[in-house]
Structure formats: structure tokens, C-alpha cells
């Protein structure tokens, strides 16, 4: 396949280096450079595109891809809010968006699990539950993307946790304390730490821990890649989770 990159940054690099491994060629890098000098007509000849750009970007890019006719794998997160409106777009001009918050294989199989895993504690009220994310301070959104994903999960499957608050921890940062039914994330951002997520369960007598480290960023950009390919020939607006069936 032609790829498109939008952003070159860490993530962008280890992806060229995915895709040329796997057979592909990078037809078109965009970055903070020449994002305003790119048109329609500069991604005609592509085959899909892959953005783990900046969160302010990431609207127009899939517009623009939209607007091209070209399949986008959207790894970069903080645009949520929009979901909707673009979904609705998406599916308006039959285009192609695969969207999701972390593309990495075992980051979906804990998914999988941790929807098991709050369906298991759900009717053992004594335990308590927060989710602990840490990242490098490069990382421009928080919570991150996963650690909401992950929550997600654990909301749809307690009666008594109904929303999610974050708390940003750091020097200067004020301490969220969380209401009964709300579900804590905590953000931690350390020095080149790729990803590390946690769920908490506590009670009096014990405490559970399911946790989920990363030990490079090389497991996410070969995640979008396959992405890509997954994506590649398809009409729709889908999410990362719908590449996996645990349930085979």
C-alpha cells in the first residue's frame, strides 16, 4: 500500500519502519511543516492514511481524508468530543475512518479482560476501583485515550461507578477526591515512560492489580499498521476493538 503519515514525530518514525518492513511504502509524510500546503489532490494516488499526529489536527486531517476518499487509521485521541459529527460525516459520503485509542494487541486483549473482570467484582460491593495511567510528559492529553477505554469498560459493567473523573498528579496540581459513583483516573507523567495502565481493585482485606506496561512505543505503530491493512478495501466508521473477536 501507499501510506500517508500525518505527523512525524516518534510514533510517525517507528510506523515508517513498520510499513516498509511489512511491504508498504510511504507515499506522503505531513507534518507542522506543509499541513497547510496539502490538498486533495496531493493524496489522490494513496492507498490509506495513518495520523498519530496532535489532537487539533486531527479533525481536519480526517476531513480531508473524507473529502479524498482515502482511509484513515486515526491513532491520535483528545478529539472525542466530536465523535459524532464525524462519524456522521464519515458515513454521509461512505468514506473510511478506523479510529481507537491504543492499537496495540495487548492493550486490546486487557480490554477484553478488564470488561470480564468488572463483570466478576460487580456484585462484591466491599471492593473499590480506580484506574492509574502513566506516560511520558510528552504526552499532550490527559487522560490518555487507553486509560478512558478503560474506564469505558468498567462503567458499563458496575451499578454503581457512573462516570469517570481524572486527576492530573504533579507539582501544582489540584487533588481530585472522587464521589462514590465516580471512577478515579490518575495521570502520572514521568520522563520517556511509553505507557503503563493500571486498574485498581481495593477493599479492607486484599487488593487486586491488572496491569498492562509497555515497554516501547514499537507495539502500537505495529498496531496501526495492521490497522491499515485491516482497513484497507472497507467502507465505515469502526473502532480498533472491531479488528479483534475474543469471542471465537
Not at 84 to 98: F, W, Y
Not at 121 to 127: F, L, R
Not at 180 to 186: K, T, V
Not at 206 to 211: A, L, N, S
Request: aromatic fraction near 8%; hydrophobic fraction near 40%; charged fraction near 20%.
Amino acid at each position: 500500500m501507499k501510506i500517508v503519515l500525518f505527523g512525524y514525530g516518534k510514533m510517525g518514525q517507528i510506523i515508517e519502519k513498520f510499513a516498509q518492513k511489512r511491504g508498504h511504502e510511504i507515499h506522503l509524510i505531513v507534518n507542522s511543516e506543509n499541513r497547510n500546503l496539502i490538498r486533495v489532490a496531493d493524496l489522490e494516488d494513496a492507498d490509506v492514511a495513518i495520523d498519530f499526529g496532535v489532537p487539533q489536527a486531527a479533525l481536519s486531517n480526517m476531513e480531508l481524508c473524507l473529502e479524498a476518499n482515502l482511509p484513515i487509521v486515526m491513532g491520535t485521541t483528545g478529539w472525542y468530543e466530536h465523535i459524532d459529527a464525524i462519524k456522521a460525516k464519515c458515513l454521509s459520503v461512505e468514506g473510511s475512518i478506523l479510529y481507537g485509542s491504543n492499537f496495540s494487541i495487548g492493550v486490546n486483549i486487557f480490554f477484553h479482560i478488564n470488561k470480564m473482570l468488572a463483570k466478576a467484582i460487580q456484585p462484591y460491593k466491599a471492593y473499590d476501583v480506580q484506574v492509574e495511567e502513566i506516560h511520558h510528559i510528552h504526552k499532550l492529553d490527559a487522560p490518555s485515550g487507553t486509560a478512558i477505554t478503560i474506564a469505558e469498560g468498567i462503567l458499563n459493567n458496575s451499578d454503581v461507578k457512573t462516570a469517570w473523573v481524572n486527576s492530573l498528579v504533579g507539582e501544582g496540581e489540584e487533588e481530585i477526591i472522587p464521589k462514590a459513583n465516580e471512577l478515579l483516573i490518575e495521570s502520572h507523567r514521568i520522563e520517556e515512560v511509553p505507557g503503563t495502565h493500571t486498574v485498581v481493585y481495593s477493599s479492607e482485606v486484599d487488593q487486586i492489580e491488572f496491569k498492562h506496561t509497555a515497554h516501547s512505543r514499537d507495539g502500537f505503530a505495529l498496531g496501526s499498521v495492521i490497522a491499515a491493512e485491516w482497513l484497507f478495501g472497507k467502507q465505515g466508521f469502526y473502532q480498533v476493538t472491531e479488528m479483534f473477536d475474543f469471542n471465537r
